[in-house]
């Protein structure tokens, strides 16, 4: 159970920085087309403000290690988490200088002036300084060292004339030696982690089309553990998804492979590492058939409230990609169900893989669109996309009716006194201040709060005692599952997730 906790812990805070990605890639994939010279003339004004705004959104791309420094660190650190952002920034640069200088002692620097040149050396720029190329991994690790150390000697405190070396001053003082030793230690260790990541890298493509299955099926029926982050990140974000130079840039991590080949322009076939961004078929597709089954099997008086309940949740799963309200309804209600849920869905993940398919499909129907355009149907295969989509609705539709009336599963709609969340759970709108008040009430109350957090659609709170939460409670603020793992406690919201952890602050007297 402490190992699941930490785990959770972990995902929770790495999806602190992930937060902000899809934004920053919808408007690449954006501008995109805004210099695509096949649509553009190359001296036109909407070619230059493309390749400028494009340029800025590239910084934060093409830094990902740096903001996963400061988004870990910050996510992991109990108290006084600017503090340990701030720290983890400086831990950052020291790292970055401490490795160039080992490097140029020990006469270990790879020759080249710019990143293209030191393609396949091991080494990169980063900020201007030559370093071993870890990757997101640097920020990562940094991240989880400062919080680390910060939750264990940020209160200590001094007396007398040495009292300003405590707190957070005295966390940078102990990440100084850290820093040092771990940048001398990547030179000699990271060689053999990147080997490492390269056999794991030749052994998902060695699998092929059962790879992409397993990466399917693990990425859907891990939701309800909230450790499906910990399965699709590492993919989409780091080396093992993929290494590509694109431009003279080094370019790690599938779905910035995708953003900058499509940016790029220079036509031919997408890479293949475009098979880990397909697991958005079912957030676009794949609900809609399982929701039509739901309503088909439901008790015919249930069924006019069931479809008022339905549609709101499965429109936002189209438009958006946010499925774990719709997903929740079910979850621990018809588990065996689940599970046939998510393995059709890692199905035709790999059936998409099998047909040559390199779309960029992570969540609703709008950010397929904005990716998948620029690059073309020639060479992402967006259509067949769409088509393998459709037959996945009527797939999830037919095999799931079978299910539900073959083992008579308790899906909504299908008890007497079932009603659905959206009537049961709202009979009256929440002012905010009762918002927040009823979720803290719900929680067990403010003395039993630890921590408040959230990430997409979840409410991520830790408590003293998980007795004291009241599940029927926090339901009728909104919430469509309650999942409590010893002292953490998620809450499913889905998209107005923001908004009750604003409210929640706000009642608790949190200001961030």
């Known amino acids: 159970m402490a190992v699941l906790k930490k785990l959770q812990d972990f995902s929770k805070a790495m999806i602190g920085p992930v937060l902000y990605l899809p934004v920053v890639g919808l408007l690449i994939a954006l501008f995109s087309m805004a210099t695509n010279k096949l649509w553009v003339a190359e001296s036109s004004t909407l070619y230059l403000i493309g390749k400028y705004a494009s ?3 590239w910084a934060i791309m093409n830094n990902l ?13 109990r108290t006084r988490k600017a503090e340990a952002s701030f720290v983890a920034a400086m831990s950052y640069f020291m790292y970055l200088a401490g490795n160039n200088s080992w490097l140029t002692l020990t006469q270990r620097l790879a020759e080249g002036a710019t990143n293209a040149e030191l393609y396949g050396s091991g080494q990169i720029f980063i900020f201007g300084f030559k ?6 991994f640097l920020g990562i690790i940094l991240g989880a060292l400062v919080a680390f150390i910060h939750n264990r000697f940020v209160n200590t405190e001094f007396r007398g004339a040495f009292s300003i070396y405590g707190n957070s001053k005295l966390v940078l003082i102990i990440m100084i030696p850290v820093v040092a030793v771990l940048a001398v230690a990547t030179v000699y260790i990271w060689p ?10 030749t052994f998902m493509k060695t699998f092929g089309s059962l790879g992409v299955f397993l990466y399917g099926f693990l990425n859907r029926f891990l939701i309800p553990t909230g450790l499906h982050h910990l399965i699709w990140s590492p993919f989409v974000f780091t080396s093992i998804g993929g290494q590509l130079l694109v431009d003279g840039q080094t370019v790690i991590g599938a779905k910035p492979i995708f953003l900058a080949e499509i940016a790029n322009n220079a036509g031919g076939a997408l890479s293949d590492s475009a098979r880990f961004l397909t697991y958005g078929m079912v957030k676009i597709f794949g609900t809609a058939g399982m929701a039509l089954a739901f309503y088909k099997t439901a008790r015919p008086e249930l069924k006019p409230r069931l479809k008022a309940a339905l549609i709101p949740l499965i429109v936002t799963s189209f438009l958006v990609g946010i499925t774990e309200p719709f997903e929740f309804l079910f979850i621990f209600t018809a588990p065996l169900l689940w599970l046939i849920y998510s393995l059709l869905d890692g199905f035709f993940q790999m059936l998409a893989w099998m047909l040559n398919v390199r779309v960029c499909a992570t969540n609703g129907i709008i950010d397929f669109i904005v990716y ?6 020639g060479r992402t295969q967006w259509p067949l996309f769409v088509l393998l989509g459709l037959i996945e609705t009527l797939t999830m539709y037919v095999v799931g009716k079978f299910v539900i009336t073959r083992f008579n599963m308790a899906t909504p709609g299908r008890n007497a006194d079932d009603t659905p969340e959206e009537e049961k759970t709202h009979p009256q709108p929440l002012a905010n201040n009762q918002l927040g008040e009823n979720v803290i009430k719900g929680l067990g109350g403010r003395e039993n709060i630890i921590s408040v957090d959230n990430c997409f659609t979840r409410l991520r709170v830790d408590v003293h005692s998980p007795e004291l939460v ?10 469509t599952g309650v999942l409590i793992k010893g002292n953490h406690i998620q809450v ?3 998209l107005s997730v923001n908004k009750v952890r604003n409210n929640v602050n706000t009642a608790l007297g949190i200001n961030e």
């Not at 053999?192 to 890298?201: K, Y």
């Open 470 to 479: 009241q599940e029927a409670l926090l339901k009728q603020t909104g919430g």
């Open 55 to 57: 340029s800025m959104l």
């Open 192 to 201: 053999v982690v990147a080997h490492g990541i390269s056999a794991l890298t």
């Open 372 to 377: 998948n355009i620029p690059a073309g149907a």
């Open 492 to 494: 499913i919201y889905g």
């Open 65 to 77: 290690g740096f903001f996963f420094c400061l988004g870990l660190a910050s996510g992991l650190a």
């Open 131 to 136: 370093v071993v190329d870890i990757g997101v």
